[in-house]
């Protein structure tokens, strides 16, 4: 999911994904953290901070070239998520069936780590607690 980024001109949370059942992070020795959606789960992953993208109130007009990757990966793990403009960039209002309505939401995922000598994620996903 790293690789999945898009350097778009203001920095800026993507690479959602949608209708995930479980998701698998590793480093380079097989260790991981296996994420399993109870049942399904919005993820996304990205080599920074959430704080990275907002600055908060004050804007200092950065770009994505200002953003430096960091020795971290953020994981988000979500019920859902929904886009924050429409068709356009200039002002088009997302379409309706793409909104989530202000209301309580909440969302249940199982958290487990692994390693090369346990069995894939794909497995362990289905495993029950």
């Known amino acids: 999911m790293l690789d999945q980024h898009h350097p778009y001109i203001r ?3 993507n690479g959602n994904k ?3 059942r479980w998701v698998a992070l590793t480093n380079d020795d097989g260790v991981g953290l296996l994420a399993v959606g109870m049942p399904l789960l919005d993820v996304s992953a990205y080599p920074f901070l959430n704080e990275d993208f907002d600055e908060g109130p ?10 430096r990757r960091r020795d971290l990966v953020t994981l988000n793990l979500d019920e859902k998520q929904m886009g924050v403009s429409g068709d356009t960039s200039w002002g ?3 379409h309706p069936e793409y909104t989530l309505p202000s209301m309580e939401y909440s969302c249940r995922f199982r958290l487990r780590p692994f390693s090369r000598t346990d069995a894939t994620p794909a497995v362990r996903s289905r495993e029950k607690f």
């Open 58 to 67: 004050q804007k200092r007009q950065r770009h994505t070239t200002d953003v």
């Open 18 to 20: 949608s209708d995930v």
């Open 92 to 94: 088009a209002r997302t």
């Open 11 to 13: 920095p800026q949370e």
